[in-house]
């Protein structure tokens, strides 16, 4: 049996069709599929089925991940053992939100190049349900994300800190519109949002429907900067972290609105797969991460 069979199988689940993992291994699909052959030949079972146009895993292929992925992760280790003691190397691959890595992470990310300049890091930004997903997948190694819950028995999950959030606005708001307390409103404001699926956005959402106050519309932009600058420009109001807005709020191109929201604050965490292997680099960035965002 091949290890690098075992690698293509792992690849075709995180990247999600053969033709996307050969993409990734920069092989020929045929190749992919050729490997494929052989690794169930070589474990005398199906490991894919076509359901329709897609190759989805058998029962034996799901029985069989776990395994997998144990042989990989002691690879990995086999891989990394050689470099004990030597100067850290390899990639770090990282999930988290734009607005932590835009206003949290800059020390951290200092820090981690000054002790580790050889390892690369490969930072993405989807949301925090996909990054549970991406985890759960092993398409990433770390995620940083906000407390959405739900991880289950793959993931390990570290605390880090709480947020409060805020509600602004632009200091233009005519009087009556800064108001979101009271119930039972119609408001001829836009809600500005990165993210409609973000924790934070679910939860002011939730607020609105709860005190029954309705806005006129929504638009996304994927850019708290661009954010800040639209509310500021009373283009509408938006709901988020405070921390990306202290220094608007402090120099009154922002207002903070009054709103009732129920515990106006989100909790950040750490997580990985339970089967990844922590190696030194991923060990130095947690221990890091925890350096600069834990509550002292």
Not at 30 to 36: C, E, G, I, K, N
Not at 146 to 163: A, C
Not at 290 to 295: D, I
Request: proline letters at 5%.
């Amino acid at each position: 049996m091949e290890l690098k069979y075992l690698y293509t199988f792992k690849t075709i689940l995180d990247a999600g069709s053969f033709q996307k993992a050969a993409e990734r291994l920069h092989y020929a699909q045929s190749t992919v599929t050729l490997q494929m052959q052989l690794l169930s030949q070589s474990l005398s079972t199906a490991l894919f089925e076509k359901i329709g146009r897609k190759m989805v895993l058998t029962q034996s292929g799901r029985e069989l991940l776990p395994y997998i992925e144990e042989v990989l992760a002691a690879a990995e280790r086999l891989q990394q053992y050689s470099q004990h003691g030597r100067q850290l190397t390899g990639t770090l691959r990282i999930a988290l939100p734009e607005t932590l890595l835009s206003y949290q992470m800059s020390p951290v990310l200092a820090a981690f190049r000054r002790a580790a300049p050889a390892v690369k890091l490969s930072l993405q930004t989807p949301n925090c349900y996909e990054i549970r997903r991406q985890l759960i997948n092993g398409a990433v190694d770390i995620g940083i994300h906000y407390d959405i819950g739900g991880y289950g028995p793959s993931l390990v999950t570290q605390k880090l800190g709480s947020y409060p959030l805020v509600l602004v606005g632009s200091p233009a708001l005519h009087q009556q519109e800064q108001d979101f307390v009271t119930p039972g409103q119609q408001k001829d404001l836009c809600l500005l949002t990165a993210d409609k699926n973000s924790l934070y956005q679910q939860m002011f959402d939730a607020y609105l429907r709860t005190a029954a106050i309705t806005l006129n519309g929504e638009i996304e932009i994927l850019s708290t900067e661009a954010i800040k600058r639209s509310v500021s420009g009373n283009i509408g109001v938006s709901y988020l972290p405070r921390f990306t807005v202290e220094e608007e709020l402090r120099q009154g191109t922002l207002r903070a609105l009054p709103a009732a929201v129920p515990r106006p604050e989100v909790a950040t965490v750490c997580t990985y797969h339970k089967n990844k292997w922590v190696a030194p680099a991923m060990e130095l960035f947690i221990r890091l991460l925890k350096e600069q965002l834990c509550p002292t």
